[in-house]
């Protein structure tokens, strides 16, 4: 189930958020910056140890005082190369890797991609979208996403394409 509200990531109860994240770990979007914040002393003592990924590479760490329990940093940009809907899209099928691998039910997950300069909101949107449809499709948990929408705007948008009655989207069967 994929689910749209307009809220605060660092504030989301689930097994994990996805961060936004340059290769050196720095927070690229404001709710990044909040998050790393509210989580306080323990969660930058884990970050300093892991150092520099690949542009398109996600880790999981411990989400120190948030109340999820772990945090996806997905890595969409690098120092040297932009962020683009491929990085994003990328790092997102990563990030999505390591909650399969950890066996999470829960991922609440920003509206990534939508600052992308080059590419017009409901594509980025809808690239986003079909990622997690597809990863529904695959029946692999986590199954209960979270889009957290800054604005009312956003959240629109990901509804319209969540709740969009074209896709007639069956659930999996047995098989």
Known sequence: MI??????????????????????????????????????????????????????????????????SFVIHVVVMSEDEPQTPMSVQRALRNGLRRAVDLGLDSLALPPLGLGVGTTEPEVS?????????????????????TIVAGSEFEADLFRRLVDDPSRNREPPGPG
């Not at 994990?16 to 914040?37: F, G, H, I, M």
């Not at 949107?125 to 996403?145: K, Q, T």
């Open 125 to 145: 949107a809808r690239a986003l979208v079909d990622i997690l449809f597809n990863h529904l499709d695959e029946g692999s948990a986590p199954l209960d996403l």
């Open 3 to 68: 689910r749209v509200l307009v809220g605060e990531l660092s504030a989301q109860v689930a097994d994990a958020v996805v961060r936004p994240v340059r290769s050196d770990l720095a927070p690229v979007t404001s709710a990044s910056r909040l998050l790393e914040q509210r989580a306080g002393e323990r969660f930058g003592e884990h970050m300093a140890k892991i150092g520099v990924l690949p542009l398109g590479g996600a880790v999981i760490t411990p989400s120190g005082d948030l109340p999820a």
